[in-house]
């Protein structure tokens, strides 16, 4: 892998999520044993060197609001699970993002699908 001075912020914070992969979810988590997803994204974009809120309520207010259609790696992508509750994930490209899953009780890849899109509220560049 090329030095990190040769890498772009968004391939940093992709890198960093990746790694993350497998890490047991934890609501409220922020510890290397478990973490929750926005704890998961704001540990991810320090890595790039950029210190982001520790809540999806704050995170959802940075950057700018792009085409839900034209994501690219990198954004940020805010769900809504129920009437209060918002999911943050970073598109990792191809149609899938990365994220801490409390459905699936840990940091996972996943393709994204039409319910995924249905619940889809915005998408947020940072980078």
């Known amino acids: 892998m090329a030095p990190s001075s040769e890498l772009s912020a968004s391939d940093i914070v992709l890198s960093s999520a990746e790694a993350m992969l497998g890490m047991r979810y934890r609501l409220g988590g922020n510890a290397v044993s478990a973490i929750d997803c926005s704890g998961m994204v704001r540990r991810a974009f320090i890595e790039a060197g950029i210190d982001l809120p520790r809540s999806t309520q704050e995170q959802i207010k940075l950057g700018t609001q792009v085409d839900a259609h034209d994501p690219r790696p ?44 249905r619940r889809l509220v915005q998408v947020r560049r940072l980078l």
């Open 74 to 117: 990198g954004d940020l992508m805010f769900y809504r699970w129920g009437k209060r509750r918002l999911h943050v994930a970073v598109y990792a490209g191809g149609g899938e993002i990365l994220h801490a899953s409390p459905t699936a009780g840990q940091v996972t890849r996943t393709l994204l699908t039409a319910d995924w899109n």
